[in-house]
């Protein structure tokens, strides 16, 4: 390397030695555990610039016990899955589909599976191969992140701009790494100015989606907690509710579950009644979900404007999912009268969906796949696995509409979703 090229990759790694410095003492000072791991992953990132770009070779060259090979294999493929699994809790529950979901774990098991190459001598380590693998997983990440955005995550966005960056930069990284462009100094430029730019904007997003959960924490903290009209906990107060369940039911070891309402005519309520009407008919909705769902509901809620949830702690017996459910879409359907109050009195019926989400002891939210219990949130997740079980709960609820129960859960055999009252419910 000249002297123009140990600048400029001295330059660049010392944006990420930066951004490694302020995320470590960030994660320290707040105490935020989880969030080591976008300390790792900016230490990874670092690594691997350091090592495709020839610096560490150029200072270094007797330090390393195994070839650059290896170590270019454990911090490429480290960083790409520690990448899939942070985009995946970045990205918030309702704008993230099945389809996000499998493209991600796709990514996570392909980037794992190159450390496949540790087992080789170093000098059948096709790194080219390896090359075109991982730039293909950092294109996948591009589009899920674009897909995001589509769905409404406005975040999304930026973390889109940086992975096209990243494309870049891994291309740029191992076409060094390969010899291939050693001498041309414009691509090097090139492919430093994305690497530092994928670290600035990635870290810089993800202390943007940070601050969107203080703020959420604070929200509730400061008191609104209750909705005004149905004196019901609020959503931000069911996401801390459904976090403190979780976090019981793992230390004894119980089962607990979520039942959410999803009311789906709520415009054509609107419409047909006028507002007055509607909140008529949320209050009288929301004395029935208490009242059916009894003794046995450790916190009842308002979630949305068209929807209630109702967290059962430590549940004793699987039956006891079936009754609470059913009662629900049973009371729930019941005609409402509205009053002169309501700009057209009469009768309303509301088409209800019930949907019920399970967590057991030995494992996640059933359904889909939920991110780690994040009572203590890190700067890669985006959401807590409270905001995932409900959004799985709301989702069951619409489906239910399908069953002349009205509600739906996922079985326990099958693993499909079903009438909650033939459900295998072990």
């Not at 149905?230 to 089962?255: F, H, M, P, Y």
Request: glycine share 6%.
């Amino acid at each position: 390397m000249n002297n123009f090229e140990i600048a400029l990759w001295s330059a660049c790694l010392g944006i990420f030695l930066s951004y490694f410095t302020l995320s470590f003492f960030y994660t320290a000072y707040n105490r935020l555990f989880q969030s080591l791991e976008a300390v790792v992953y900016v230490f990874v990132c670092g690594a691997f610039v350091a090592l495709a770009s020839g610096w560490v070779v150029n200072f270094f060259p007797h330090l390393w016990g195994i070839s650059q090979q290896k170590w270019l294999v454990l911090s490429a493929s480290s960083a790409a899955a520690i990448s899939a699994l942070g985009l995946r809790g970045f990205l918030r529950a309702q704008q993230r589909d099945a389809l996000i979901d499998r493209g991600m774990l796709v990514v996570v098991v392909v980037a794992a599976a190159q450390l496949l190459w540790l087992l080789l001598p170093p000098q059948e380590i096709r790194l080219d191969v390896m090359a075109m693998t991982l730039i293909v997983c950092a294109v996948i990440g591009f589009w899920l992140c674009l897909r995001a955005w589509l769905l409404g995550d406005e975040l999304a966005l930026a973390m889109t701009v940086a992975c096209v960056a990243m494309v870049f930069a891994v291309t740029g990284l191992f076409a060094m790494a390969l010899h291939m462009f050693a001498n041309d100094l414009p691509m090097q430029v090139g492919t430093a100015v994305c690497a530092a730019g994928f670290i600035v904007i990635t870290c810089h997003t993800l202390k943007r989606r940070h601050a969107e959960f203080v703020r959420m924490r604070r929200a509730v903290s400061m008191g609104r907690d209750r909705d005004l009209l149905t004196q019901l906990w609020t959503g931000a107060a069911l996401i801390r509710k459904v976090d403190e369940s979780v976090a019981r039911a793992k230390r004894n070891r119980k089962e607990m579950a979520v039942i959410c309402v999803e009311l789906a005519n709520a415009a054509t309520l609107r419409q047909e009644f006028g507002n007055n009407g509607a909140e008529q008919v949320i209050y009288a909705m929301a004395a029935r979900v208490r009242q059916a769902s009894g003794s046995s509901a450790a916190a009842v809620g308002r979630y949305s404007d068209s929807s209630f949830v109702v967290v059962l702690d430590s549940v004793q017996r699987p039956g006891v999912l079936r009754t609470v459910g059913l009662r629900l879409a049973v009371a729930l359907r019941r005609p409402y009268m509205l009053n002169a109050q309501s700009s057209s009195p009469g009768e309303f019926r509301a088409d209800v969906g019930v949907g019920v989400a399970r967590i057991s002891p030995g494992r996640q939210a059933t359904g889909r796949k939920a991110p780690r219990d994040s009572t203590q949130m890190g700067m890669f997740d985006s959401f807590s696995l409270a905001q995932d079980v409900l959004h799985e709960a709301a989702e069951l609820a619409l489906s239910a509409r399908a069953f002349g129960s009205r509600a739906a859960i996922v079985d326990a055999y099958s693993r499909k979703t079903v009438p909650l009252e033939s459900a295998d419910l072990k």
